[in-house]
């Protein structure tokens, strides 16, 4: 009786190691079938597939999830990647992507949010920065206007590095000057820039007026200064 069921231990052992061996094989010899791909925008699905190297569709449980995200990851745009990977052959790639912010003319690059500066002739809804900003202030330009909604950035034609200056004294050196695609001119600096957030409203509250706005103060009320014909 002893010696039956020790036999039977045995097999059944044997029979778990053999399941856990079919299991390996199937998954290391399992083809990538489809490959799923979430969040991305302005890098084509395409772009992801070669910079990962899967064009090939290639062994799924071969491709270290790790090695993936860095190859993805030397894509400009991408900000984050997660990937799964499923048993019957699936691989989910999801994306976080950094958004254009704007375009360069003294260097001729793109800025994205993520601060990369890529070459790019896709320029649509994005601001053009015409002079020259000191290292200190573009960091954090570029960190403030990632905080600024994407429908107020598309609102943005120009933006200008113009500190204030009263008698050759500077007053407020972080201040910018920009120009608005619907006609408007808004004066705004680095502490304040969160204000802008709010010109869809401020702009409906004009009601057809066109003119300068001050939105570089502390002060909670809105400055406004109507353009003078001619």
């Known amino acids: 009786m002893k010696r039956k069921l020790k036999w039977k231990t045995i097999l059944k052992f044997f029979c ?3 399941f856990l061996f079919l299991i390996f094989f199937y998954l290391w010899n399992l083809k990538i079938n489809h490959i799923l791909i979430t969040g991305n925008s302005y890098v084509t699905d395409n772009d992801i597939i070669v910079a990962a190297g899967l064009k090939n569709y290639p062994y799924l449980f071969r491709e270290k999830t790790s090695d993936l995200k860095d190859k993805i990851m030397s894509i400009p745009y991408v900000n984050s990647v997660e ?6 052959g699936t691989i989910q790639i ?3 992507e950094s ?10 690059k793109l800025v994205l949010t993520n601060k990369k500066e890529i070459e790019s002739n896709n320029l649509d809804g994005v601001p053009v920065l015409i002079n020259y900003v000191p290292d200190s202030y573009y960091t954090k330009l570029i960190e403030k206007l990632s905080q600024i909604n994407r429908d107020v950035i598309t609102l943005i034609s120009e933006i200008e590095y113009q500190p204030w200056t009263s008698n050759d004294v500077v007053i ?3 201040r910018f000057f920009l120009r608005m695609s619907d006609g408007n001119s ?4 680095l502490l304040h820039m969160d ?3 709010n010109y869809i409203e401020i702009y409906a509250s004009l ?3 066109l003119g300068t706005l001050y939105l570089d103060s502390s002060s909670d009320k809105i400055s406004f200064s109507e353009y003078t014909n001619g």
């Open 16 to 18: 778990f190691l053999l």
């Open 83 to 88: 990937i799964h990977k499923g048993i019957l």
């Open 94 to 96: 999801e994306i976080d």
């Open 99 to 108: 958004l254009p912010l704007f375009y360069n003319r003294n260097n001729n």
């Open 172 to 174: 407020d050196d972080e």
């Open 186 to 189: 808004v004066y705004t600096n």
């Open 195 to 197: 204000k802008l957030n």
């Open 207 to 209: 009601e057809g007026k």
